[in-house]
């Protein structure tokens, strides 16, 4: 229970009224748990879920903050390992990632090669049919068993996170935080420049502070991502549907309005 006998997971009543579809109850209340921590450790009165940075390192963030001084908070929840050791890559590991891709357009080479030649013996052999020749077929699911090979590679890379070590990244906040319960992250897994918080909320690992240069302009950005956050999560709250033509409100709300 949070201070003042309240539950810390965002519940109102039976609804959890900021609470993503496709967001598990665990992470849900690790965000709320987070969002309390902020606000009531580090005295930040501007908090966002789910917040959309500007910049070379920007990107979607579980919760920003602004606090004290002008200092900026950005907290990353991990409700288990296998979410965490997915961010937790480094710029070497994503390195020795793309050394795999040569060795891999060489073989790709090399079986498109080999069934351009086995197509030619096929229709050597034959004038109609040619493709049921087993020297064919096997070249033909070698070299589509390569380009699925090639796909898959292209996805991985593409989908690699090495958000935690990020320098980019690490630029656009004074401190950095990982959210998660209690035991899931070893401090020996911690990766540097980051700190760990658990659910009850303490802070377990503090992060340390870093030489951010700011000017009005990143804190006015930073501020109007948050805005734009509580905005989008009210309206979800509230039924409103994002589509590709705009926001789609809920029919019945003038008539509720109406009838207060």
Known sequence: MAAGGHERDGKKGDKQVFK????????????????????????????????????????????????????????????????????????????????????????????????????????????????SEPSYQLALADYERLRHEEQIYRERVATYSVKFHDPRFLAIADYHYIMAPQGLVPRKAMPPDWGLLNETPAELIPAPRKDVRKNGGIISNVLRAIARSGSTSMMRAQGVLFTEDGAVFPQDTAGEEGNV
């Open 20 to 131: 993503r579809g496709n967001e598990s109850g665990l992470t849900y209340q690790l965000k709320w748990a987070a969002w309390e921590w902020l606000y009531s450790v580090r005295r930040c009165r501007c908090i966002g879920f789910e917040v959309k940075l500007e910049g070379p390192g920007g990107r979607v963030v579980d919760l920003a903050a602004v606090g004290p001084g002008n200092a900026i908070y950005i907290v990353e929840v991990k409700a288990s390992r296998g979410d965490f050791a997915r961010d937790n890559h480094t710029l070497n590991d994503l390195e020795a990632l793309k050394e795999l891709n040569e060795p891999l357009l060489r073989r790709g080479r090399l079986a498109r090669r080999t069934l351009t030649q086995a197509a030619k013996f096929a229709q050597a052999e034959k004038d109609q049919g040619w493709e």
